[in-house]
């Protein structure tokens, strides 16, 4: 256990990011070590690293995450579903952020956006899953939109993005994002949050869950550079 002072509420709501292509084993197993010594709600990586994540932090109050259709989301419903099916029955993931189909956003193809998300969602069983919306390339209106079919399909959260595009998080876009859903539905904001005051300015517009590769420098109140 650390003998560092951090801010420990706020650790709890925060998904402990590592989506890096060239990460390691190394760098997984120093994501789960500080997860576990910080006490962060959990460690969000690939579907394809999330068995390990989970063998590393079984027994803890950590829980693995694993994203699908990441970053793009540009492969159809069937694949993406079972990559989430796969991700939960076969590699212990607790949890799904799926990346929505951006492009059929844009082009007003609401049908094979609800069926994608619904689709995830069946897939996961009792498993929440959070939709990526990736709002910095989506008009106000394409957010509504993108928002509306997430909740009627069942999604548990709306996410902000993935951190690989540029522009992440707003405070605008949280406000947004919580008069669309209301109560029903919860969001997490990730990409860009690189201070603690930032995450509480998102917790305060309506974030339920921060996501984050700046996770230790948040809590502890540092500014971190970089990351997503």
């Known amino acids: 256990m650390t003998e560092e002072n951090y801010d420990r509420e706020l650790a709890r709501v925060?998904?402990?990011?590592?989506?890096?292509?060239?990460?390691?084993?190394?760098?997984?197993?120093?994501?789960?070590?500080?997860?576990?010594?910080?006490?962060?709600?959990?460690?969000?990586?690939?579907?394809?690293?999330?068995?390990?994540?989970?063998?590393?932090?079984?027994?803890?109050?950590?829980?693995?995450?694993?994203?699908?259709?990441?970053?793009?989301?540009?492969?159809?419903?069937?694949?993406?579903a079972f990559e989430a099916h796969d991700a939960i029955a076969s590699s212990g993931a607790q949890e799904i952020d799926m990346v929505i189909?951006?492009?059929?956003?844009?082009?007003?193809?609401?049908?094979?956006?609800?069926?994608?998300?619904?689709?995830?969602?069946?897939?996961?069983?009792?498993?929440?899953?959070?939709?990526?919306?990736?709002?910095?390339?989506?008009?106000?209106?394409?957010?509504v939109a993108a928002c509306t079919l997430a909740k009627t399909a069942g999604a548990r959260f709306i996410k902000t993005s993935t951190g690989k595009e540029q522009g992440g998080a707003t405070v605008e876009d949280v406000?947004?994002?919580?008069?669309?859903?209301?109560?029903?539905?919860?969001?997490k904001a990730s990409g860009g949050v690189n201070s603690r005051e930032f995450a509480y300015e998102l917790i305060e517009a309506g974030a339920d869950r921060i996501g984050t590769s700046n996770s230790v420098q948040i809590v502890t109140g540092q500014t971190a550079e970089g990351g997503y």
Do not use: W
């Open 14 to 80: 925060i998904d402990h990011t590592l989506l890096r292509t060239d990460a390691k084993k190394e760098d997984f197993d120093r994501v789960c070590e500080e997860a576990m010594q910080y006490h962060f709600r959990s460690v969000c990586v690939f579907s394809g690293d999330v068995e390990y994540v989970a063998r590393k932090l079984e027994g803890s109050d950590v829980i693995p995450i694993a994203v699908v259709g990441f970053p793009h989301g540009q492969m159809t419903p069937v694949a993406k």
């Open 101 to 143: 189909h951006v492009s059929a956003i844009k082009s007003k193809h609401y049908i094979l956006v609800f069926d994608d998300i619904q689709q995830v969602v069946k897939a996961c069983g009792d498993k929440p899953v959070k939709v990526i919306i990736e709002t910095a390339l989506l008009t106000d209106t394409e957010k």
């Open 175 to 187: 406000l947004l994002m919580r008069e669309v859903v209301g109560d029903e539905v919860l969001i």
